[in-house]
């Protein structure tokens, strides 16, 4: 990459953190070692000079990735960046990705409030994007869900830290040539080559089939987060005739299914336990649709009237023949 593209790559995310609120803001980025952040990391300590702190997570699951932090450390000496490399030891096993995720953002979080950093800023980018709204869409995923991530969030487990993705319209090619005109070498995990991953699969799906624009995959996810806020908004409008009291909620639904869905998703979060799935509350919709009294999740829904009225579900009560027959 001339030295021209490269300014004008820095340039375009400094603008791009800057319509995202981070100006001024002491920036923590998450770097693994692969070419996605390393082009990240080059990217910012020419964009936010003085304003980052680096840091790379270790799960413990591949002897090559302290390795892999030693290489960014030297990195980010080299460009006068601090860093810090996180350790952590997580079991391998089921779900593993999933919980190597949540324990990430958790020792993130951690290591953010002890430097005083104010938001985190991944790597995230287009094709990623595009495979997680195939992954949703192969899952049957509702609105929600298909809306993928959003350029500003929180960090998971971490409400009231920002997180910031100014890559998202990127593409991964983009960022390995980055990476290839500065010289940076970055690491292979061969995870990212294993098949046993749903997102590998996805990925190489996508790559294979030049029919599919990845691109307009990412843009298309862009616009349904959209549509999302906007359902958002009539939920809160809804909501506004929701009548609560200390132990009942009384609900006179006006507004179209998917709008009602939503409400009752959060009676659920008022007086109810757990996280029920998007099916089930469908069905319970459809109950009291039918004017049908229903409980899910710890809520009893009576729906035999036009307003619906909604109490905390008494204790289960354990049966003594079936009790006695287990014994």
């Known amino acids: 990459m001339p030295g021209d593209a490269l300014i004008g790559a820095r340039a375009r995310l400094a603008a791009r953190l800057s319509a995202l609120g981070g100006d001024g803001l002491r920036i923590a980025l998450a770097v693994s070692g692969g070419p996605d952040s390393l082009a990240l990391l080059a990217l910012a300590a020419g964009a936010a ?6 840091a790379t ?17 030297t990195l980010c000496a080299r460009l006068g960046v601090p860093h810090r490399t996180l350790a952590i030891n997580l079991a391998p096993g089921s779900a ?21 950093l104010d938001a985190l800023v991944t790597a ?57 005109a500065a010289g940076i070498v970055p690491a292979q995990d061969p995870s990212n080559r294993d098949r046993e991953y749903e997102r590998v699969r996805v990925r190489e799906g996508l790559s294979g089939a030049d029919w599919i624009d990845s691109a307009g995959l990412a843009a298309s996810a862009s616009r349904l987060a959209e549509a999302d806020d906007a359902l958002e908004w009539a939920v809160d409008v ?11 909620i009384s609900y006179s639904p006006r507004a179209p299914r998917a709008v009602r869905m939503r409400v009752l998703e959060r009676i659920v979060a008022v007086i109810g336990s757990g996280n029920p799935r998007g099916s089930e ?24 009237e036009s307003t619906w009225r909604f109490t905390k579900a008494p204790p289960h009560r354990a049966n003594p023949a079936t009790d006695h027959q287990q014994r």
């Open 124 to 180: 995230h980018h287009a094709d990623d994007q595009a495979e997680t709204l195939v992954m949703r869409l192969n899952r049957g995923a509702g609105l929600r869900g298909l809306a993928a991530m959003r350029p500003a969030a929180t960090v998971p487990g971490a409400p009231s830290i920002p997180l910031l993705r100014p890559l998202l319209d990127w593409r991964r090619a983009e960022l390995a040539e980055l990476c290839r």
């Open 49 to 54: 000079p003085g304003r980052i702190h680096c």
């Open 238 to 248: 809804e909501w506004r005739d929701v009548a609560q009291r200390p132990l009942e």
């Open 96 to 116: 593993v990705q999933a919980r190597a995720r949540d324990a990430r953002y958790a020792v993130l979080a951690a290591w953010m409030r002890e430097e005083g």
């Open 57 to 73: 997570v270790d799960h413990g699951l591949r002897t090559e990735a302290a390795d892999e932090a030693a290489m960014v450390a």
């Open 281 to 304: 509350i469908a069905r319970w919709l459809d109950s009291l649709e039918s004017g049908e009294t229903a409980t899910l999740a710890g809520v009893r829904a009576e729906g035999r």
